[in-house]
């Protein structure tokens, strides 16, 4: 059964809190330990623990995680036709988007003879994990995929839980080959991620993971990136959540087939509608019922439903500020001008506008990235792009003249904060014979 719509301003503070609550976050303290329970097994028996794992839940037993770069192949084959064009289609949109994201470096003259520059190197090996479970995910292999083959990481790991056969779905493996991928590894969850962090004997350990999944791949990233020279990660990508604000002008079919294509991911995704339109509501709350008995995944779907609300509004004002509040990590404007709200609900992974714009079309083939920042994270993390595929470095170089003129800020500044060695670093070179030597000859 589909949730009866509530008003906003008659629930009380904690009422509205628990609203927009997320489902995955709710049992935080138990998940961690499991999952932190999960990386030390990997961190101590690698390769063993990754099978086993594997086994209890995937139930799949496997002799060992790699697939040969000619095993990928063979299963790429088997894409069908219909398949394979469509994920031509959509990779070059995203490359065609994300190469337009190139960093350029900088290069100036902060004062005469002191050259400051920002430069830009690919990261050398990045993790790309793509989550597996209910549904075979090639658009993920491209959204990670595509924007490492165009920073040019010289190794991209993929890692995805196998299916029933052991194997990766044909069309996983088609989207890897276009995207270069380099070695391809079967593994799901918390333990894929920690032989990603610390390597195995099969698996090396990689400078970055990269990649959407479920509460326990979301904690798993956050705990092995605070391990002492462990890798970095790219955002809190966790379960999926849509929210949608639309005003009388929207279509509540269309409302609901975009909350129910949120929903369908997994039951702890999540799917959000705002309006000032009591009767849009009602309209889309009666559309959710009709197309959810048409749905293959329609149980899975009603459980995340569960967690999900249809919220009336006093306004389009108010329902921007709860947006805001709530920062989500897809956020659909079904509304007259709506482009004119962009900036104020700005705090979202990424932005669907217009009654012409499915959230589906920035999971598969706008070109936009759907790995998005969930949990509320949206207010301080970014889409992934290609600026996540780089490490940027800065260099300095002065003349003589340069230090010459700086000398005195640095020295002042040094014995402000009483570090001599720091004053002493600037003062030695400007007695120094070099310094004479080379500043006679050298501006």
Same mark, same amino acid.
């Given at each position: 059964?589909?949730?009866?719509?509530?008003?906003?301003?008659?629930?009380?503070?904690?009422?509205?809190?628990?609203?927009?609550?997320?489902?995955?976050?709710?049992?935080?303290?138990?998940?961690?330990?499991?999952?932190?329970?999960?990386?030390?097994?990997?961190?101590?028996?690698?390769?063993?623990?990754?099978?086993?794992?594997?086994?209890?839940?995937?139930?799949?037993?496997?002799?060992?995680?790699?697939?040969?770069?000619?095993?990928?192949?063979?299963?790429?084959?088997?894409?069908?036709?219909?398949?394979?064009? &469509?994920?031509?289609? &959509? $990779?070059?949109?995203?490359?065609?988007?994300?190469?337009?994201?190139?960093?350029?470096?900088?290069?100036?003259?902060?004062?005469?003879?002191?050259?400051?520059?920002?430069?830009?190197?690919?990261?050398?090996?990045?993790?790309?994990?793509?989550?597996?479970?209910?549904?075979?995910?090639?658009?993920?292999?491209?959204?990670?995929?595509?924007?490492?083959?165009?920073?040019?990481?010289?190794?991209? @790991?993929?890692?995805?839980?196998?299916?029933?056969?052991?194997?990766?779905?044909?069309?996983?493996?088609?989207?890897?080959?276009?995207?270069?991928?380099?070695?391809?590894?079967?593994?799901?969850?918390?333990?894929?991620?920690?032989?990603?962090?610390?390597?195995?004997?099969?698996?090396?350990? @990689?400078?970055?993971?990269?990649?959407?999944?479920?509460?326990?791949?979301?904690?798993?990233? %956050?705990?092995?990136?605070?391990?002492?020279?462990?890798?970095?990660?790219?955002?809190?990508?966790?379960?999926?959540?849509?929210?949608?604000?639309?005003?009388?002008?929207?279509?509540?079919?269309? @409302?609901?087939?975009?909350?129910?294509?949120?929903?369908?991911?997994?039951?702890?995704?999540?799917? !959000?509608?705002?309006?000032?339109?009591?009767?849009?509501?009602?309209?889309?709350?009666?559309?959710?019922?009709?197309?959810?008995?048409?749905?293959?995944?329609?149980?899975?779907?009603?459980?995340?439903?569960?967690?999900?609300?249809?919220?009336?509004?006093?306004?389009? =004002? =108010?329902?921007?500020?709860?947006?805001?509040? $709530?920062?989500?990590?897809?956020?659909?404007? %079904?509304?007259?001008?709506?482009?004119?709200?962009?900036?104020?609900?700005?705090?979202?992974?990424? @932005?669907?506008?217009?009654?012409?714009?499915?959230?589906?079309?920035?999971?598969?083939?706008?070109?936009?990235?759907?790995?998005?920042?969930?949990?509320?994270?949206?207010?301080? $993390?970014?889409?992934?792009?290609?600026?996540?595929? $780089?490490?940027?470095?800065?260099?300095?170089? !002065?003349?003589?003249?340069?230090?010459?003129?700086?000398?005195?800020?640095?020295?002042?500044?040094?014995?402000?904060?009483?570090?001599?060695?720091?004053?002493?670093?600037?003062?030695?070179?400007?007695?120094?014979?070099?310094?004479?030597?080379?500043?006679?000859?050298?501006?």
């Amino acid at each position: 059964m589909i949730a009866q719509a509530v008003i906003w301003n008659q629930l009380s503070s904690s009422e509205q809190q628990q609203r927009l609550s997320r489902p995955a976050q709710q049992a935080s303290q138990q998940l961690m330990a499991q999952v932190q329970a999960i990386i030390n097994d990997v961190q101590r028996d690698g390769d063993k623990a990754l099978l086993e794992y594997t086994q209890r839940f995937d139930k799949v037993s496997l002799t060992r995680p790699r697939l040969e770069q000619e095993q990928v192949a063979a299963l790429a084959a088997q894409t069908p036709q219909a398949v394979k064009e &469509a994920i031509d289609l &959509a $990779y070059a949109n995203i490359k065609a988007f994300h190469q337009a994201q190139q960093p350029q470096n900088v290069v100036m003259e902060t004062m005469p003879g002191v050259r400051c520059e920002q430069r830009f190197a690919a990261l050398e090996k990045v993790g790309l994990y793509i989550p597996g479970g209910s549904a075979s995910l090639p658009s993920t292999v491209l959204m990670c995929g595509v924007p490492a083959q165009i920073a040019g990481c010289q190794e991209r @790991v993929l890692i995805s839980p196998p299916d029933a056969s052991g194997q990766l779905r044909p069309a996983i493996c088609y989207a890897a080959q276009l995207c270069g991928v380099t070695q391809v590894f079967l593994g799901g969850g918390a333990q894929a991620i920690a032989a990603l962090a610390y390597g195995t004997a099969s698996i090396p350990a @990689v400078d970055k993971i990269i990649g959407p999944g479920n509460s326990y791949v979301t904690a798993a990233k %956050q705990l092995v990136s605070q391990i002492p020279g462990g890798p970095a990660i790219d955002l809190p990508a966790g379960p999926s959540e849509l929210l949608v604000i639309a005003d009388d002008s929207a279509e509540a079919e269309f @409302v609901a087939a975009d909350l129910l294509s949120q929903a369908e991911h997994g039951p702890d995704s999540q799917a !959000l509608l705002l309006s000032p339109d009591a009767a849009m509501v009602e309209a889309v709350r009666k559309e959710l019922e009709r197309q959810l008995a048409e749905l293959p995944r329609a149980e899975i779907t009603a459980q995340a439903l569960t967690s999900s609300s249809l919220i009336v509004t006093e306004s389009l =004002q =108010q329902a921007a500020e709860i947006s805001q509040r $709530y920062a989500p990590e897809h956020l659909s404007l %079904q509304i007259r001008d709506a482009n004119s709200w962009i900036e104020r609900t700005n705090k979202a992974g990424s @932005v669907f506008v217009g009654h012409y714009a499915p959230e589906s079309g920035g999971d598969y083939a706008t070109g936009t990235n759907h790995v998005l920042p969930t949990y509320g994270y949206a207010r301080n $993390y970014s889409s992934l792009g290609l600026l996540d595929f $780089y490490r940027r470095y800065t260099v300095q170089e !002065l003349t003589p003249a340069g230090l010459a003129a700086l000398a005195p800020a640095i020295t002042t500044l040094a014995a402000e904060e009483e570090l001599d060695a720091h004053r002493l670093a600037v003062t030695r070179r400007m007695q120094s014979a070099r310094m004479q030597k080379d500043a006679g000859g050298n501006s």
